[in-house]
């Protein structure tokens, strides 16, 4: 399959049309090998050697997101976070970087943490404001920006052509983490991040049964060379039987994304319309969101499956108010993560902690692919019981 030709359905669903050369199976093996046959000449003509540096388990999940994405070529990680600080790893201490004020609770805390002691200097701006962008970047000492969009979990939207525009102008690299939009909504690369992120952990893979992360380059670099340097070196790679269900939930990928798509702006719009419990509700696809306009340019096919909801205050406040709704959801299952068939509900103010830009009566909505009606009559009673006291 030529994936120049066909829509990313057609690659996705059958996982680039890739058949196994000696079996003729349709369905790829699961490679476990550690390591590969030296040719008798002392060459290692196959390209690999051993398989923390590459393995061909990781083929064809990396061929299909590579394809998706539209880029040069795609890397897998043992996880979403492996793969996003192999990012800043591969700058150099005393380089300064641009992250969003409102982005993953745990790599902010790793930029802010160990990056920063390491000695990456690191600044968080409100990355939605293209006029905070301008000002914070410094031409020729800025070498990476960092945007998420749409970010956890208030789903602030980032232009990414503008962003672009602006980090290059600075000489600085734009690195898009693109896990909640997926390849099925948003081409970062496309509109010039030089890397797209993804936890593919959450949509890609879709089943909440594996954690993985992958990164894709719009060319090859010296930069996207250091990261394949770094993945090797540091260990950060993901296990063959990961990389071959990774693969398999990717088929799938284009009608849980839709699915989710279609439940999450019926959800919104449900709760957006002056309901008696819920005060705001967080949704890029709301024609009163903040980051609409821009969601609009470069979303396309739907607004994602992610959404927030902040809870009126009842009778002991807007904290207990979320928590206890929360607590009375049976449909919906109270965990973190994202982006799995099942839709979860979570306080996320209690998962961040202290300096958190949740507010503290905000749950965030994962939307999965159950029945939408089953969903809003679910979080209806547990609305209602959470504010009658139950
Ligand atoms: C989950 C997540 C990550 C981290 O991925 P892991 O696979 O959990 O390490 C990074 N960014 C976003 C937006 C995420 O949702």
Not at 16 to 31: F, K, M, N, S
Not at 227 to 246: H, N, P, V
Not at 334 to 353: K, N, P, Q, Y
């Amino acid at each position: 399959m030529d994936p120049k030709q066909v829509h990313p359905e057609s690659i996705a669903a059958q996982a680039l049309g890739q058949v196994d050369e000696r079996t003729r199976a349709i369905i790829p093996p699961i490679h476990v090998s550690s390591t590969y046959l030296r040719d008798p000449d002392n060459q290692y003509r196959s390209g690999r050697i051993y398989a923390r540096a590459d393995n061909p388990a990781f083929d064809a999940a990396e061929g299909v997101i590579n394809a998706l994405e539209g880029g040069h070529q795609a890397m897998l990680f043992a996880s979403g976070m492996a793969a996003a600080t192999a990012c800043f790893q591969a700058l150099a201490p005393g380089d300064h970087v641009l992250a969003p004020k409102v982005m993953y609770w745990s790599l902010r805390n790793w930029l802010t943490g160990f990056a920063t002691q390491w000695g990456l200097q690191v600044e968080l701006i409100d990355m939605a404001d293209p006029a905070a962008l301008r000002a914070a970047l410094k031409p020729g000492r800025t070498k990476l920006v960092w945007v998420e969009t749409p970010a956890n979990p208030l789903w602030t939207v980032t232009d990414i052509a503008d962003a672009a525009t602006a980090a290059h102008a600075a000489g600085a690299l734009l690195v898009v983490d693109s896990t909640v939009a997926t390849p099925m909504l948003t081409r970062p690369l496309a509109l010039g991040a030089d890397i797209v992120m993804h936890a593919a952990t959450k949509y890609l893979n879709g089943h909440s049964d594996l954690v993985a992360g992958v990164l894709v380059a719009r060319q090859d670099s010296a930069y996207w060379q250091a990261l394949r340097k770094l993945r090797a070196q540091l260990g950060g790679t993901l296990g063959s039987f990961e990389s071959w269900l990774l693969q398999r939930g990717l088929r799938t990928l284009h009608l849980r994304v839709r699915a989710a798509c279609d439940s999450a702006a019926r959800i919104a719009t449900h709760f957006a319309q002056g309901h008696a419990h819920v005060a705001e509700v967080l949704y890029p696809g709301l024609p009163g969101f903040p980051g609409h306009e821009v969601a609009k340019k470069q979303m396309h096919g739907g607004f994602g499956g992610m959404l927030s909801i902040r809870v009126k205050p009842g009778a002991a406040g807007g904290e207990a108010a979320a928590i206890a709704t929360a607590a009375n959801a049976r449909l919906w299952k109270r965990a973190t993560s994202l982006g799995g068939t099942e839709s979860l509900v979570e306080h996320r103010a209690s998962v961040e902690g202290a300096g958190t830009p949740a507010p503290a009566d905000l749950l965030r909505l994962s939307v999965g692919i159950e029945h939408v009606e089953d969903l809003i009559a679910d979080l209806e009673q547990a609305l209602a019981r959470a504010r009658a006291g139950g």
